[in-house]
């Protein structure tokens, strides 16, 4: 008896109903993102394990799901080869791709790349599956999608404040409530520099990006563990510990401790510049300067930005910041970036449980053609062709089969509208229509149903305009 299949842990299967909710979400963050000037591309769902590594920090390569060289990848393996227990140097041998872990390598990969065909300030974005072998858990999975925009070739702190408020109207438009947390990778260099171990700045990266998840006490531990020792712990808790100040009250005590440390005052200024714009324009998201934000990965130089949801606990479910030397990797230096992350994923989830998707959406068809015969089919298919001319989602229903079953199809499919024409309908240039919420019918012309579209059905559906000068039967 085989075994009923099965997928791996951390992925998951999309009905019908949850790709049109996933749809719904990707739709209005691209109408965002069109909005402010930035144009897609797509890159491949592998890379070259050495465009990837390196790249996130030691966590993060170990994260990385590589991929089997094809053919017999152990034939190149010699005996000492075969007997080296290390992981990670027998993965290179016989592993030379590995699943993309984010958006934006890639994306410094592509800049690079095709440097001669791209116009600087380059804006993109970018909707597509990327791959974590982390381990599966609530709001946390192994494959997942990324819906990333970014702006690489400028340094200008306006690119910030845009990103800023692309986040605060992606999730005004999804109705979800949004805190936007901001800090700044110099500042937190700085504060590195104050506490006497400038080299441990990744350490100090790493562990505070686990701040808001473990606490301070298991910060500590972690600096610890990892070689810093306590007076620097403690230089670096009497900066952090700022919680009940002000974000103006933190830039000023920050100002006064980090004086003598020009990294960490480069990133105050970056800061006061960035919140002074903020000023200027309307936000509806809260905003917060938090000092433990720290985003783990090691490319981010500048701003960068978290963002959580008001009323689910669920994690981040947006963030990014500014890259200084990304494509500097691969040979392009002096290439400033800045971009932030959407999680489709979580932001679904927060949706799914605040019952924030629209009802309108749970069926892609809008109208049912019942199924009565041929010479009905015959007919059902020229009225078919003028709804969808007027952007309608309709469909025939296949088989000539019992009405019962074809209603009952309708009622699975949650479609709002049936259309129905026997030999009187034919003979008589009309359609007989029936509202399955209100369960009202009616016939009415093939004269009557550019009206008909746009008072009941344009209204559900929310159609701007109709194609002009459109034949009726």
């Known amino acids: 008896m085989s075994s009923k299949p099965s997928i791996p842990k951390g992925t998951r299967d999309f009905s019908t109903e949850e790709m049109l909710k996933r749809e719904y979400i990707f739709e209005n963050i691209k109408k965002v993102f069109k909005l402010y000037g930035y144009q897609p591309i797509e890159t491949p769902a592998m890379e070259n394990l050495t465009t990837l590594l390196g790249k996130y920090g030691d966590e993060g390569d170990k994260l990385l799901f590589r991929i089997l060289n094809s053919g017999d990848f152990l034939s190149s393996l010699s005996n ?9 140097k027998l993965s290179s041998k016989i592993c030379e791709k590995g699943l993309r872990y984010d958006l934006t390598v890639p994306f410094a990969r592509y800049v690079v790349q095709h440097r001669d065909e791209i116009v600087f300030p380059f804006k993109r974005y970018q909707i597509q599956p990327v791959w974590r072998a982390d381990r ?65 700045i990744t350490d100090i990266t790493v562990a505070l990006d686990k701040f808001e998840k473990i606490g301070w006490d298991k910060v500590k531990e972690e600096l610890y563990g990892k070689g810093i020792n306590n007076k620097s ?12 100040l002000t974000d103006a009250e933190k830039l000023i005590f920050l100002r006064r401790i980090l004086l003598d440390f020009p990294i960490g005052l480069e990133g105050i200024k970056e800061l006061e510049e960035l919140f002074h714009l903020l000023e200027k324009v309307h936000i509806n998201s809260s905003i917060v300067f938090d000092l433990t934000l720290a985003r783990g990965l090691n490319y981010y130089t500048g701003a960068i930005i978290e963002v959580k949801s008001t009323d689910i606990n669920i994690g981040s479910i947006c963030g990014g910041g500014r890259y200084d030397n990304l494509t500097g990797i691969f040979g392009l230096p002096g290439v400033s970036g800045v971009g932030v992350s959407f999680g489709a994923d979580r932001i679904y989830d927060v949706m799914d449980q605040l019952n924030l998707f629209e009802k309108s959406n749970s069926s892609s068809t809008e109208v049912l053609l019942l199924n009565f015969g041929e010479a009905e089919t015959e007919y059902g298919l020229k009225v078919l062709r003028i709804l969808r001319n007027m952007n309608i989602r309709a469909e025939l229903y296949p088989d000539q089969i019992s009405l019962k079953k074809q209603m009952s199809y309708a ?29 009202e019918q009616k016939v009415i012309s093939m004269k009557e149903l550019k009206k008909f579209v746009e008072n009941e059905i344009r209204q559900t559906k929310g159609i701007d305009s109709l194609p002009p000068n459109l034949k009726i039967l």
């Open 80 to 88: 000492d080869d075969m007997a080296i227990l290390e992981y990670g």
């Open 136 to 200: 599966p858990q609530k709001g946390r999975y192994r494959e997942f999608f990324q819906c990333d925009v970014d702006v690489i070739g400028s340094d200008s702190i306006l690119n910030e404040l845009e990103l800023i408020q692309i986040i605060d109207q992606v999730f005004e438009s999804l109705k979800v409530g949004a805190q936007i947390k901001i800090n700044n990778r110099k500042v937190l260099a700085g504060i590195a520099e104050f506490a006497g171990v400038p080299e441990r």
């Open 233 to 244: 712990i403690k230089d670096i808790e009497s900066i952090i510990n700022v919680i009940r």
């Open 411 to 439: 009622n699975s499919k949650k479609i709002p509208f049936i259309l129905m024409a026997g030999e009187n309908e034919i003979n008589n240039n009309c359609i007989k229509v029936k509202n399955m919420s209100s369960g």
